[in-house]
């Protein structure tokens, strides 16, 4: 499906001139998520011509923990984009349990807010079309790279020019098939489940992680009091239970506060969104030049509440080296590709090998429930982990 022109930049233009500018941008950006928008953003401040595409409309919901942490609010205000007045509920607690009930609460040093992915995601691509950002929604078929150019084809046979390409598509794309990414070869185990909830009685100020068999669950309030409930969990314990419904009332429901919400709440889903094959293996940040952003650059486990910030910075890190490399003759492709994985491996890598222990420890169920009962006994544990995994405001 295309959609052009969906929103045009400033002043009026004749078509054949509109189809010329967004044939030719300055930068591409696949990929209309978090990474992307920011980006576009981002570039756009700068004066770029940014096209952006995505394969899905706006607004939409997403699995995901709707957590964002406190570090992205200073970028985000740069980008003249200011999330609060959304009037969200401020998170500066966290409070985990075990299967058996015992729990532990600790202060978020930063802290956070909650928002759904339906309206950050499409206030984000409406701060966008007003500043002039292009969109065409469709779906990226291929991606080639020739005489210093790179062309990009669309599920509709158009072909599109950039000097510049950010994949910001998120962890699990068709383009990562086509590129046969490493991480794609291999099936990974972890399932993700998502809804809304009414239910009244999860404090605004707190975000719960809650073990059960196989996996855990988050609840957290969103805008307008809602409580998003999200979950990871292994296929192998899941697909036990036959479906979703099961599956919550079975195993879910053995951690006890578990049990207590879904007897409580009630779901504004008609039913819970999910996501199969999601990997935290490590990815390559510069793939076949193009710079690689948000969760295309790789996952850090959710159970560390930090994937959006970094798919944010990420987007930040890329957009001021993409500047230099338009503006600055001097500043080579290679210095944009050696700069941005540099950047990249010292603000991140550390905090997606610390996701990826956490992951490799979840997969063992009994290992899982003592490393969760050590960490509800031990306040100075659950904080050091949660230092080891966050980074600090994003300043411009
Ligand atoms: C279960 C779970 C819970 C999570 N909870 C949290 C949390 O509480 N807090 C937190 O900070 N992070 C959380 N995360 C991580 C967070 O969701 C991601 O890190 C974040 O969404 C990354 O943003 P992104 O822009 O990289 O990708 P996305 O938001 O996924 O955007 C990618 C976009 O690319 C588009 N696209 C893909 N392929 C193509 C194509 N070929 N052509 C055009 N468009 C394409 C997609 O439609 C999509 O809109 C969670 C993740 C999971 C799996």
Redesign the pocket.
Known sequence: MIRIPVCLGAGIFSLNHYLHEVKNPDVII????????TAALDLTNSGKQVLV????SYPNH????????NEVLPYLESLGTNVQQFQLPKIDSLRISTQKGKTMEVKLPLGGFGIS?YTF?NFLYNAACQKGVDFIF????KVQFLDDTFCVTTSAKEKYFGKVVLA????R???DIKMQREFIQAKSPWL?L?CHYEYESLPSNVVELHNFPGGYG?L?QVEGGIVNF???VRYESFKQEGSIDAFLEKTASQNPFLQEFFSKATPKFKAPLS?AQ?SFEPKKTIDQHMLM????AG??H?LC???????IHSAKLASEQVDMFLENPNFTRKDLEGNYQLLWEKNFRRRLWTGRQLQKLMMHTKWFNLGMGLTANSRTLLQGLIRSTHGKPILN
């Open positions: 696949i990929g209309g998520g978090l990474a992307g928008l595409f995505e394969k899905n997403k699995v995901c923990g709707e957590y964002v942490s992915r995601d469709d779906s990226v078929q910001a598509f998120g962890k794309s068709n383009l993700g998502k988050g957290s999200c979950c990871l996501i999601i952003c948000g969760d295309a996952l850090i959710p509440g930090n994937g959006m910030a970094m798919a």
